[in-house]
């Protein structure tokens, strides 16, 4: 993933100004039944600049999914990162 703009109480700061920030996501879900089933995703955020790159943070999001509903499933997850942020 390459987030567009990453927004904070210092200000604005889009991708590819100055530095480059990319997730790589990595999920598994787990089947409980036909009607439920588990989901985890994790997400390492590496920034890269011209001296340097390092991990920024990791994105952990935990879901349930809703199987078979009307022919769709329907995923809820939360989000949940290292450096301090929830959503």
Same mark, same amino acid.
Do not use: W
């Given at each position: 993933?390459?987030?567009? !703009?990453?927004?904070?109480?210092? *200000?604005?700061?889009?991708?590819?100004? +100055?530095? @480059?920030? /990319?997730?790589? &996501? /990595? *999920?598994?879900?787990?089947?409980?039944?036909?009607?439920? !089933? @588990?989901? =985890?995703?994790? !997400? &390492?955020? =590496?920034?890269?600049?011209?001296? !340097?790159?390092?991990?920024?943070?990791?994105?952990?999001? &935990? +879901? /349930?999914? @809703?199987?078979?509903? +009307?022919?769709?499933?329907?995923?809820?997850?939360?989000?949940?990162?290292?450096? +301090?942020?929830? *959503?």
């Amino acid at each position: 993933m390459h987030p567009i !703009a990453t927004i904070t109480k210092d *200000g604005n700061h889009f991708n590819f100004d +100055g530095s @480059y920030t /990319v997730g790589f &996501p /990595v *999920g598994i879900n787990f089947l409980q039944s036909d009607k439920i !089933a @588990y989901s =985890i995703e994790f !997400a &390492p955020m =590496i920034s890269f600049n011209d001296r !340097a790159s390092r991990v920024t943070g990791l994105l952990f999001h &935990p +879901g /349930v999914i @809703y199987r078979n509903i +009307g022919g769709f499933n329907f995923l809820t997850r939360l989000a949940f990162n290292t450096n +301090g942020r929830y *959503g």
